[in-house]
């Protein structure tokens, strides 16, 4: 698993990932050499998809190649990415693959194109790509055990704290420095006869799962062993991350959020009635637009306060894949290049869309200038960055693992005991991890 490891870190360290060994003077590179060609891309629902469509037009003008995308759900575009993989007939040549669910599955099935043969060949391949500029932690979630690279890191999401000033203001509370200190604070800022509320976050099963384990690791604990083959979720530490969960989400959160996922909870909060949320860096861009936004000029960013024992952001990483069994690899290729590309990657920023892992981009400053984020966002997804810790078992049956204990935490915000549910959820989910270790 990947653990207190900096982003930043230079990919040019480590020598599995010095894959471009020379360069070629004479390479015959042209961003052109598939025109006329049509690609299909899937993706999961979000803001870094969304930058990406609205570019499309440009990457045809760019190459000649057109384009068809769709985006689907996270919870269905799994599922069909898998269904279709399995057969052999994919429908895309693109994927988006979240790493943190999907990788085990995509390298048991060897499903994608190993892309080190793409980066190595300079006639294939931009001499402006710059492959040493994607941080060694990003690329690491995309590669196999057999050192294949089978996608390519474009999105290394990282969990923090957005808060609303003006309600901290109102009440005098100074934002907190720890997590027992949060649920105070939240507590506090709570007013339910004036439908103000100190926290909000995701308590729909499943989905709720990344919000559990950002307490999970305040206490310095993953959810499964590091062989992958020991569950640790009956432990102290992971019953005292269920009652704060628990506590929080029931104590001092609008009603009704046992059925939020990340879309309700940034709604909530933009309406200004909410002191605090913890999600996913990719949804800041809404909350500083005064046209979709109450708190315009009010939210803040930060990073998740420290747990007892340790001080981590849950991170995902997703990435672009391209099917072994596509027939259109060559603009495929092509396509995965501009996506993950470093201009790309400043548009994802300039529009709080995402993070993606390439240093270069982190250290221009004329990105900071130009952005309608404050500096204050930049320093929290560069502390968020370094202090990050993976905030999802990297195991096959992690979406089963999401159902299992997802259906425990809502059943929590029912009234359910986290201790007994916890248990139940663990002897439900033993088995499924021990047959797929069985299975290697």
Not at 104 to 116: A, C, H, P, S, T
Request: hydrophobic share 40%.
């Amino acid at each position: 698993m990947i653990r207190r490891r900096s982003l930043l870190a230079a990919s040019a360290a480590l020598p599995i990932f010095n894959i471009v060994e020379t360069a070629n003077a004479q390479s015959k590179f042209d961003w052109k050499m598939a025109r006329g060609a049509k690609i299909e891309v899937n993706f999961q629902k979000g803001p870094n998809a969304d930058v990406l469509e609205r570019n499309h037009k440009k990457f045809e003008e760019l190459t000649g190649i057109k384009v068809g995308s769709e985006q689907i759900p996270e919870q269905q575009q799994r599922p069909k990415v898998a269904l279709e993989m399995s057969t052999g007939r994919p429908t895309f040549d693109v994927v988006a693959v979240a790493l943190h669910v999907q990788k085990r599955l995509v390298e048991r099935g060897r499903w994608m194109e190993d892309l080190r043969t793409w980066i190595r060949n300079p006639d294939v391949t931009s001499p402006d790509f710059d492959f040493a500029d994607f941080a060694a932690p990003a690329l690491r979630w995309g590669t196999g055990a057999d050192g294949a690279m089978h996608t390519l890191a474009s999105n290394y999401d990282v969990w923090l704290m957005f808060w609303n000033q003006a309600l901290f203001a109102e009440k005098g509370v100074t934002f907190p420095k720890t997590m027992d200190e949060m649920l105070a604070a939240a507590r506090t800022l709570t007013d339910k006869s004036k439908g103000i509320y100190g926290m909000v976050g995701r308590g729909l099963k499943n989905a709720n799962l990344p919000l559990y384990t950002s307490f999970l690791m305040g206490m310095d604990q993953d959810t499964v062993s590091a062989d992958g083959k020991s569950l640790l979720m009956n432990t102290d530490q992971a019953i005292w991350a269920g009652e704060m969960y628990k506590r929080l989400l029931t104590e001092t959160a609008p009603p009704g959020v046992i059925g939020f996922n990340w879309s309700e909870s940034q709604t909530s909060f933009s309406q200004g009635k909410i002191a605090m949320w913890i999600d996913g860096i990719g949804f800041s861009a809404p909350l500083i637009d005064p046209n979709k936004s109450r708190i315009a000029k009010d939210v803040r960013f930060s990073p998740v306060p420290p747990g007892p024992k340790s001080h981590h952001s849950a991170t995902f990483c997703s990435g672009l894949s391209i099917p072994a069994a596509s027939k259109n690899k060559l603009a495929a290729w092509l396509y995965i290049q501009w996506a993950a590309g470093k201009e790309m990657g400043k548009e994802q920023v300039r529009l709080g869309a995402g993070t993606p892992p390439r240093a270069s981009i982190w250290r221009d400053q004329s990105i900071q200038q130009g952005s309608p984020f404050p500096k204050e966002w930049f320093e929290t997804s560069a502390e968020c960055q370094r202090i990050g810790r993976p905030g999802l078992p990297e195991i096959v049956s992690v979406t089963e693992f999401r159902d299992v204990y997802g259906v425990a935490l809502t059943n929590t915000l029912g009234g359910a005991d986290v201790k007994t549910e916890l248990a139940k959820a663990t002897e439900a989910f033993k088995p499924i991890l021990d047959k797929e270790n069985a299975a290697g």
